[in-house]
C-alpha cells in the first residue's frame, strides 16, 4: 500500500532506491524468508522514498498493515533453524548471546547514568524501585542484565518465537498490546526496533504514555546514510525492505519528537575505554557534530519525556 509521511503527512516523495529480492537478498537469507506468506515473489519490485517536506525516508508502498505480524512470525519460520546458534545460551563458539549482552550493558548504564541521582546514598531513602520497558525484547539480554541492579523490567515484542524464548528463562514479557496501559516507566529502551514499525506514530504514542514525565528514552537504529553506504558496495543487509522500513533524519526526527512531548539530551561516553586522541573528542562528536546519526548509517539518540 502506498503511504504517505508518517512524519509531516507528506505525499510528495523522490525515489532513492529501488530493487528486487533476488538482487537485494543474499543466497543465506533467501533460504530462509517465506516469500509466498507475503504474497510477493523473487522480481517484486520495492522502493525506498525520501518525503520532499521533511525529509523523512521510507518504504513506500510498503506491506499492508495486517501482513506486519506475518513478516516476523510466517515469513521468517526458517531464522530459527538457520540461526540456531544465536538460541545456545552459554555458547562460547560463537560469543553470540556474550556479544549481545556487552552491548546490552552499554545501553543499560547509559539509561542509569540518567538516574545517577538514585545512587548517590548507600540507603534507599524515598526512592521507589527503577522501572524499565525493553520495547523489541528480542531474546531478553537487556531484561537478563536489569536483574542485577535490581531493575524491574518487563519486556515487549511481536515475534512469537522469541516471547516463548524470554518466557522459558522466567522473563516478564508479552506483546505491545498485552501490557497494561496504565504501568509508567522510568527507563524505555527500543534498540533495533524503529527502522521495523510500521505504525510511527502509534509506536511514538505508546512510549509516550508509558513513560514518566523525566523519564529516559533510548533509541538505536538506522538513518538515510546506510542505504548509499550498501548500495556503492553492492550487499545489502540493514537495507532490508521487509522489515527496515524507516530511515530517519535529523531533522525528521526532531519533527516527530516534538509531536509526543520528547526532548533529545546529550550523554557523554558512558563505559567506554579512551585508548586514542579521538576518544576524548567522541562525547563532542556524538552529540554536536553527528547528533546521534553516524556517517555508518546507525541512529543512537537519548531522549527525555518533557510533557505528556
Avoid at 525520501?50 to 505480524?69: A, E, G, I, W
Avoid at 506475518?70 to 531464522?79: F, R, S
Avoid at 560463537?94 to 550493558?105: D, I, Q, R, S, V
Wanted: aromatic share 12%; proline share 4%; with cysteine.
Amino acid at each position: 500500500m502506498d503511504i504517505n509521511c508518517p512524519v509531516c503527512d507528506g505525499k510528495r516523495f523522490k525515489t532513492i532506491w529501488q530493487s528486487t529480492p533476488r538482487e537485494f537478498l543474499s543466497d543465506f537469507r533467501k533460504s530462509y524468508y517465506n516469500l509466498e506468506a507475503l504474497g510477493i515473489d523473487l522480481d517484486t519490485k520495492f522502493y525506498i522514498k525520501k518525503c520532499r517536506n521533511c525529509s523523512f525516508v521510507c518504504v513506500n508502498p510498503q506491506f499492508r498493515s495486517d501482513l506486519y505480524n506475518v513478516v516476523y512470525n510466517e515469513a521468517k519460520i526458517g531464522q530459527i533453524d538457520k540461526k540456531e546458534w544465536a538460541y545456545q545460551e552459554g555458547d562460547l563458539k560463537h560469543l553470540y548471546n556474550t556479544h549481545h549482552k556487552w552491548g546490552n550493558a552499554k545501553n543499560l548504564m547509559r539509561a542509569l547514568s540518567h538516574l545517577r541521582k538514585r545512587f548517590k546514598k548507600p540507603k534507599n531513602e524515598n526512592y521507589q524501585q527503577i522501572t524499565l520497558l525493553d520495547y523489541g525484547c528480542g531474546f531478553g539480554h537487556l531484561l537478563e542484565l536489569s536483574k542485577v541492579f535490581e531493575v524491574e523490567a518487563v519486556g515487549v515484542d511481536i515475534d512469537e518465537h522469541r516471547l516463548g524464548y524470554c518466557k522459558n528463562k522466567g522473563l516478564n514479557v508479552c506483546r505491545p498490546e498485552e501490557l497494561d496501559a496504565g504501568n509508567k516507566f522510568d527507563i524505555v529502551v527500543s534498540i533495533s526496533v524503529i527502522e521495523h514499525v510500521h505504525d510511527l506514530n502509534k509506536y511514538f504514542k505508546y512510549i509516550r504514555d508509558r513513560l514518566k514525565v523525566g523519564g529516559y528514552f533510548h533509541v538505536g537504529g538506522l538513518n538515510p546514510k546506510v542505504i548509499r553506504k550498501e548500495k556503492l558496495r553492492g550487499t545489502y543487509k540493514n537495507v532490508m525492505p521487509f522489515e527496515h522500513i524507516n530511515y530517519f533524519t535529523p531533522r525528521s526526527f526532531d519533527i516527530m519528537l516534538e509531536k509526543y512531548g520528547l526532548k533529545r539530551i546529550k550523554i557523554g561516553n558512558i563505559i567506554q575505554e579512551v585508548c586514542s586522541p579521538i576518544d576524548y573528542i567522541m562525547p563532542f562528536l556524538k552529540n554536536v557534530v553527528f547528533r546521534g546519526f553516524y556517517p555508518d548509517g546507525g541512529l543512537m539518540v537519548d531522549m527525555i519525556k518533557v510533557r505528556d
